[in-house]
């Protein structure tokens, strides 16, 4: 499983045609609700089911047409991405709009991904289809309600279009820019989850991240169907309203890999009450990653004060990095413990604290890089040059899982995919994040370069002072403080 050749292999596609020959009824994704009975699917049922979709798609569709995707969470939606994989169908994953909620993010993504149709269940079609074609133009196209389409000839797929989707991404600073993920962005990415993740044939998958997004759908949809493994799935809106529903289910399942944001080990922290972990065992839970904000040092110690005691290790924390200009991971690891630096030990060139922040600020580090054909280097941002270890400069990243750009945006693509350092080396991507590598090659992340504070020449991080200001009182929740530059 870990040999190199898997990334010759066309597309995702392919792992799917092999779990399905050898092990058609082997469990592949189940879907808890909060009413109904779980709803499962085997590596033959999901390879029929997507098959037949494909068929219905490109009875209408031509290769390289670019299907706005927008499902509630559920099987689906998993059906009609894979489907769209198979017919040649650029996918372009969002979420349906919400009632009294603005259509303007998805205006905007459907403005520049310029959908041929939009694929969604007939519930949800009933409920937006005209709203949709009121709100702009742009939806007046042919809308396929995915769990009731039929066809009489199931797709027999051949070598897939190479983009497989398009990630939406920043859309709350700005336009939404719409990365272009490969199947090769996607296969090599994978191997590394696998390798990173240490993940097993007796492995088994948890996630309630929204599919539409890059931790859900690379992370919980893509990842296990690469690796062999099952996967159960929740809804987000089930773990906020009911945090413990998380745990539970890693309990009930035996799930041996799961994880989220930090909020979320805070929320259940924060939520779950001592009755309700009487029936709870996370001693099988031994890979709990932690990503997509920044990570706090803190949140991973009073998890793991509050949930030893029905299982959970503090080793299980796998504190990772990474973007959807990445496809998903770029750093992180299973194999070795978290690694964690107090900045009152270690010196750290161009890194300032807040002078709000404790002394004892410890950051956490978000694993190691080298993982595929992977190359990182942190240079600095103005002069271009590499940095050496324990200096604050800006991500850059190369490799096989880098995407190619941005959808019809020639001039962001090249300032952001195609950088270069002084000596010439590259192309890169530029993160837009600030970090540094120990003398352990472990990546700490300190912050956005966007959102980096500048008062009499030295350079502040927002969540730093944020942070500090939360600590300052048990009155102030989480997530109660803003810091920014007032005026002029």
Same mark, same amino acid.
């Given at each position: 499983?870990?040999s190199?050749?898997?990334?010759? +292999?066309l597309?995702?596609l392919?792992? =799917?045609?092999?779990?399905?020959?050898?092990k058609?009824?082997? =469990?592949?994704?189940?879907f808890?609700s909060?009413s109904?009975?779980? !709803?499962?699917?085997?590596?033959?049922?999901?390879r +029929?089911?997507?098959?037949?979709l494909?068929?219905?798609?490109?009875?209408?569709?031509?290769?390289?047409t670019r299907?706005?995707?927008?499902?509630?969470?559920?099987?689906?939606?998993?059906?009609?991405?894979?489907a &769209?994989?198979?017919?040649?169908?650029?996918?372009v994953?969002a979420?349906?709009?919400?009632?009294n909620?603005?259509f303007?993010?998805?205006? /905007?993504?459907?403005?520049?991904?310029?959908?041929? &149709?939009?694929?969604?269940?007939?519930?949800?079609l009933?409920?937006?289809?005209?709203?949709?074609?009121?709100?702009?133009?742009?939806?007046?196209?042919?809308?396929?309600?995915?769990?009731?389409?039929?066809?009489?000839?199931?797709?027999?797929?051949e070598?897939?279009y190479?983009?497989?989707?398009?990630q939406?991404?920043?859309?709350?600073t700005?336009?939404p820019?719409?990365? !272009?993920?490969?199947?090769?962005?996607?296969?090599?990415?994978l191997?590394?989850?696998?390798?990173?993740?240490?993940? +097993?044939?007796?492995?088994?998958?948890?996630?309630?991240? $929204?599919l539409?997004?890059?931790?859900?759908?690379?992370?919980?949809?893509?990842? $296990?169907?690469?690796?062999?493994? $099952?996967?159960?799935?929740m809804?987000?809106?089930?773990?906020?309203?009911?945090?413990?529903?998380?745990?539970?289910?890693?309990s009930?399942?035996?799930i041996?890999?799961?994880?989220? $944001?930090?909020?979320?080990y805070?929320?259940?922290?924060?939520?779950?009450?001592?009755?309700?972990?009487l029936?709870?065992?996370?001693?099988?839970?031994?890979?709990?990653?932690?990503?997509?904000e920044?990570?706090?040092?803190?949140?991973?110690?009073?998890?793991?004060?509050?949930?030893?005691?029905?299982?959970?290790?503090?080793k299980?924390?796998?504190? &990772?990095?990474?973007?959807a200009?990445?496809?998903?991971?770029?750093?992180?690891?299973?194999?070795?413990?978290p690694?964690?630096?107090?900045?009152?030990?270690?010196? !750290?060139?161009?890194?300032?604290?807040?002078?709000?922040?404790?002394?004892?600020?410890?950051?956490?580090?978000?694993?190691?890089?080298?993982?595929?054909?992977?190359?990182?280097?942190?240079?600095?941002?103005?002069?271009?040059?590499?940095?050496p270890?324990?200096?604050?400069?800006?991500?850059?990243?190369?490799?096989?899982?880098?995407?190619?750009?941005?959808?019809?945006?020639?001039?962001?693509?090249?300032?952001?995919?195609?950088?270069?350092?002084?000596?010439?080396?590259?192309?890169?991507l530029?993160?837009?994040d600030?970090?540094?590598?120990?003398?352990?090659?472990t990546?700490?992340?300190?912050?956005?370069?966007?959102?980096?504070?500048?008062?009499?020449?030295?350079?502040?991080?927002?969540?730093?002072?944020?942070?500090?200001?939360?600590?300052s /009182?048990?009155? =102030?929740?989480?997530?109660?403080?803003a810091?920014?530059?007032?005026?002029?």
């Open positions: 499983m870990r190199n050749t898997q990334n010759q +292999r597309s995702i392919d792992r =799917l045609d092999f779990w399905a020959t050898t058609p009824n082997d =469990l592949a994704y189940r808890l909060e109904d009975e779980p !709803v499962e699917i085997t590596y033959a049922g999901l +029929r089911r997507i098959q037949s494909a068929g219905v798609l490109c009875e209408t569709h031509t290769v390289g299907a706005l995707l927008l499902y509630p969470p559920g099987m689906d939606f998993i059906i009609a991405i894979l &769209c994989f198979y017919a040649g169908i650029v996918a994953p979420y349906p709009p919400r009632p909620r603005s303007e993010r998805l205006v /905007s993504v459907a403005k520049n991904s310029k959908p041929g &149709c939009i694929l969604s269940t007939h519930k949800i009933m409920d937006i289809e005209d709203k949709l074609k009121i709100a702009d133009p742009l939806f007046h196209v042919q809308y396929l309600a995915t769990d009731v389409a039929t066809t009489k000839s199931p797709l027999t797929r070598t897939p190479e983009t497989a989707f398009l939406y991404t920043s859309g709350s700005g336009e820019k719409g990365v !272009v993920v490969t199947h090769k962005n996607i296969l090599a990415n191997q590394m989850i696998f390798d990173s993740f240490n993940v +097993r044939s007796t492995s088994s998958g948890f996630g309630w991240l $929204p539409f997004h890059d931790m859900g759908l690379i992370g919980n949809v893509l990842q $296990p169907l690469y690796a062999g493994i $099952p996967v159960t799935l809804s987000p809106t089930s773990f906020l309203k009911k945090p413990i529903r998380w745990l539970q289910a890693i009930d399942y035996e041996t890999i799961s994880g989220g $944001p930090n909020f979320a805070e929320l259940c922290v924060d939520k779950i009450q001592p009755e309700e972990m029936t709870l065992d996370l001693s099988n839970w031994i890979v709990a990653f932690n990503g997509a920044p990570i706090h040092y803190k949140t991973m110690q009073r998890f793991t004060e509050k949930f030893k005691k029905v299982g959970f290790q503090e299980s924390f796998l504190p &990772c990095y990474g973007m200009e990445s496809t998903l991971l770029i750093s992180g690891s299973a194999v070795t413990p690694e964690y630096l107090s900045l009152k030990d270690v010196p !750290v060139q161009n890194l300032e604290i807040s002078q709000y922040a404790n002394n004892a600020y410890t950051l956490v580090g978000v694993g190691p890089t080298n993982w595929g054909d992977q190359v990182l280097q942190i240079v600095d941002p103005k002069s271009f040059q590499i940095l270890s324990n200096s604050v400069g800006e991500v850059w990243v190369s490799g096989s899982h880098i995407a190619s750009g941005y959808f019809e945006n020639p001039e962001l693509t090249k300032s952001t995919f195609n950088a270069y350092t002084d000596t010439k080396e590259g192309p890169f530029r993160t837009g600030m970090g540094f590598l120990n003398h352990n090659n990546l700490f992340i300190t912050g956005r370069i966007k959102d980096m504070i500048i008062l009499r020449g030295k350079n502040y991080y927002p969540q730093d002072i944020e942070y500090a200001i939360e600590q /009182s048990p009155a =102030l929740a989480n997530g109660t403080a810091a920014f530059v007032d005026g002029d």
